[in-house]
């Protein structure tokens, strides 16, 4: 079965930066996307950005400039750098893959941003 992993989370200060990965495997022959979303302390899931199998990404608004979203696909792996932290980024961090005509979660990550 398809079986994604995200990995990278840890506690930041502000202004901070970290890099989260996303490992998939399994049949990944037909991968249309990554995306990643956070889920803030008592919020709903939140829509973080997204890469096309061509490479093409797309953020959330509040995140542009702070966030960047790349894949490498030698190693089935798509990653989430975040920059300048803030606190408001603490939240639990989720990979999401689209290959074929469903739809993958990983566990989530978590991310504290705190002095």
């Known amino acids: 079965q398809e079986h994604l992993e995200e990995s990278g989370g840890g506690l930041v200060q502000p202004g901070g930066s970290l890099s989260l990965s996303c490992v998939v495997s399994g049949n990944i022959t037909r991968v249309s996307s990554l995306s990643w979303y956070r889920q803030p302390p008592g919020q709903q899931r939140e829509f973080v950005g997204i890469i096309s199998a061509a490479g093409q990404t797309g953020y959330a608004e509040s995140l542009k400039g702070r966030f960047t979203i790349s894949k490498d696909n030698n190693r089935n792996m798509g990653t989430l750098q975040m920059n300048n932290l803030k606190p408001e980024d603490t939240a639990v961090y989720y990979c999401?893959?689209?290959?074929?005509?469903?739809?993958?979660w990983g566990q989530g990550t978590q991310v504290t941003v705190s002095s």
């Open positions: 999401n893959v689209l290959i074929g005509t469903r739809s993958y």
